[in-house]
């Protein structure tokens, strides 16, 4: 069992160097086999773990389970009394993110096969796309924070990579370095909590640390700072306010790329992170006080920004960012299972919206544009039905998976507090506005793009469907894992994770109290007709009425204008951070650079050119100069001789 562990990562690395050091020469049938088949074993692998752990489980009592087994390779390095082992911890938590990381990945890179078919850098895609699952894996498998900040750097090298990967396009570059640029902000606060950690602890092993946690006081000004560093890492790499405008330009990437970022890979990293370090959290109040209205301003707020967008891929984007705030929210709350549960969900149908969106863009030539389409449910059946499942889903519509995990999440939040419930309720409510908007102007009514496109508008071949359909599947059924007793089920997921979050219902605040059955019913009765009547306007709104988004139409709202414009916080940004820097840069340039060290620079050069050129004349190669010299010499010593006696 210990070799499948290491293989699990091994894999897609192999596939990364093998293609990385001969795309150009492979052909790209065997690419696409290496890339998909990489990616394949190792969830192969993954299901084995599965198996495994959950015959341990069902055999074992919990609490014999919650010191999760080290997988040890090697000791990385070794500097007084710090030691960094490169280990792997392997427990329900970890591999529940390997299923999604290796199954959905695979699932996007077989999908990708037909998608980047005609693309010239085919090989290299796959090679990049390789090397982001294996940073991934390493993230979730790592033992350490060490082990899991290696994962973290190397999803937002990738990440640059595959967004700006049609790099020819200076748009695209733009968009991959402020990706890169803001995930570093973030990175930094994770790299300090890690030092404090180390100050604290003497460690940065997750069982150490973890073990002696639980010995602390709750509120600890110390756990506070840790948690708080650690959550701005977070709040980098998985895109919630005030470093989520990356994530939006990040659409400049090929869509499987968009399908990968936001379902299995980057965005989630964030929300694992967190749920890994929950003993830290709950010590910390505080803390989870400002992940509460940080998380639930992001989820309002990037919802609000969907509904007046209309390029396709971005109104999935600021959707991703929503459903990161549920699932941070959800952790705020003490409710991890929850989080981890709606990360699973939201990995099916996301992963199933972006692909479904890029199957769109494929049968449009390129298009993005909402506006421009219109009447492809006849012409793109499947995609139609996969996307229609997909929209379901997310919109929280009983009984596909995303009505499961998020009303989970927001019951967590009702046995905190009604208003909070209520705030979070409203963004859920916006979901459903949005995405059936995305799917009426989409799908339905008339083709309102170019003409002579309309008769090569074509269904996406077999490879790019089955996937899709595979993630419908998913998106319909996923809620099954985690099925409370209120519909019958018996909420597997959360017994598969009871080993990893045992014992952190003593910490959780206020006291999780239990919410009555018909309570519970009502409460999802509320949100269901509120949902429902959304949808309803969405319909009137957008079928009915057949409204368009017009430039002219939005002039005339503030607000609409505010949304359209995505609040101005990028301009904003600009011009608070962006000017000031560059303007700086400019004056440093001027006085220091130009003013000060070129000049010492070029006047040193100078100097010794001058100095050159008036000594040289010193050697003319003349024998009756050089007799001159040394007997003015000798004169001149002997002067001085003079003088001095």
Not at 7 to 16: D, E, K, R, S, T
Not at 435 to 462: N, V, W
Not at 589 to 609: A, C, F, L, N, Y
Not at 635 to 642: D, M, S
Request: net charge positive; charged share 10%; with cysteine.
């Amino acid at each position: 069992m210990n070799i499948l562990i290491w293989l699990i990562p091994l894999f897609p690395l192999l596939g990364f160097l093998i293609l990385g050091l001969g795309f150009k020469r492979i052909p790209k049938a065997i690419a696409s086999f290496i890339g998909t088949g990489t990616i394949g074993i190792s969830f192969i692998f993954s299901i084995i773990l599965f198996i495994n752990s959950t015959h341990q489980i069902t055999s074992s009592p919990v609490h014999q389970l919650t010191s999760s087994p080290v997988h040890h390779l090697f000791t990385w390095f070794s500097i007084g009394n710090l030691t960094i082992p490169f280990s792997f911890l392997i427990d329900p938590l970890s591999i529940l993110m390997l299923l999604i990381v290796t199954g959905v990945g695979f699932i996007i890179h077989v999908y990708s096969v037909g998608y980047m078919g005609h693309d010239e850098g085919f090989n290299r895609f796959f090679a990049n796309m390789n090397l982001f699952v294996f940073f991934m894996l390493l993230l979730v498998m790592g033992a350490n924070y060490p082990v899991m900040f290696i994962g973290w750097e190397g999803v937002g090298l990738c990440s640059y990579l595959l967004i700006g990967f049609w790099f020819r396009n200076h748009e695209f570059n733009a968009a991959a370095i402020k990706a890169f640029i803001m995930n570093r902000i973030g990175d930094l606060g994770f790299l300090l909590g890690m030092f404090l950690l180390f100050t604290t602890f003497k460690s940065l092993n997750f069982n150490e640390i973890f073990s002696l946690a639980k010995g602390m006081t709750p509120g600890n000004g110390t756990m506070v700072a840790i948690t708080l560093l650690l959550f701005v890492g977070a709040i980098g790499k998985s895109a919630q306010i005030p470093l989520y405008t990356w994530l939006p330009d990040a659409m400049a990437g090929p869509t499987p790329v968009s399908a990968l970022i936001h379902a299995a890979t980057m965005v989630t990293a964030g929300v694992y992170m967190i749920a890994r370090s929950h003993i830290l959290y709950l010590l910390a109040p505080a803390t989870m006080n400002v992940i509460t209205a940080v998380s639930l301003f992001t989820a309002l707020f990037a919802a609000t920004i969907a509904i007046y967008q209309n390029d396709i891929k971005k109104i999935l984007a600021y959707s991703t960012i929503s459903q990161l705030g549920y699932m941070f929210l959800g952790l705020s709350m003490g409710a991890f299972t929850g989080a981890m549960f709606h990360l699973t969900t939201h990995a099916f149908f996301k992963a199933l919206l972006f692909l479904a969106a890029g199957s769109l863009i494929h049968a449009l030539n390129g298009e993005q544009d909402i506006r421009k389409m219109g009447g492809l449910k006849s012409k793109l059946t499947k995609t139609w039905w996969t996307f229609l499942i997909g929209t379901v889903a997310i919109s929280g519509i009983p009984p596909f998976s995303g009505f499961f995990s998020k009303d989970e999440i927001l019951l967590s939040v009702f046995r905190n507090s009604i208003t909070l419930w209520t705030i979070a309720t409203i963004g859920a409510l916006l979901t459903a506005f949005y995405m059936f908007r995305l799917l009426f102007l989409t799908f339905y009514g008339k083709y309102r793009g170019q003409a002579d496109r309309e008769s090569s508008i074509h269904e996406s071949p077999k490879v790019m469907i089955i996937p899709l359909i595979t993630l419908a599947v998913l998106s319909a059924l996923g809620g099954i894992i985690n099925l409370p007793g209120l519909f019958g089920g018996s909420t597997m997921l959360e017994q598969y994770l009871a080993p990893v979050f045992a014992g952190a219902e003593q910490f959780i605040r206020p006291p999780n109290y239990s919410v009555q059955p018909l309570t519970e019913w009502l409460l999802i009765a509320v949100i269901v007709v509120y949902i429902g009547a959304m949808v309803l306007i969405a319909y009137s709104r957008w079928m009915k009425n057949k409204l368009v988004p017009d430039a002219k139409v939005i002039e005339k709202s503030f607000f609409t204008r505010l949304c359209v414009n995505k609040f101005y916080v990028d301009e904003a940004y600009d011009a608070v951070i962006v000017k000031p820097v560059l303007w700086f840069s400019r004056i440093l340039d001027e006085i220091v650079d130009t003013g000060i060290i070129d000049r010492v620079v070029t006047g040193t050069g100078r100097v010794t050119v001058w100095t050159g050129n008036t000594v040289r004349y010193l050697q003319t190669g003349h024998v009756g100069f050089y007799l001159f010299v040394m007997i003015g010499a000798i004169i001149a010593i002997l002067v001085y001789n003079l003088l001095i006696l």
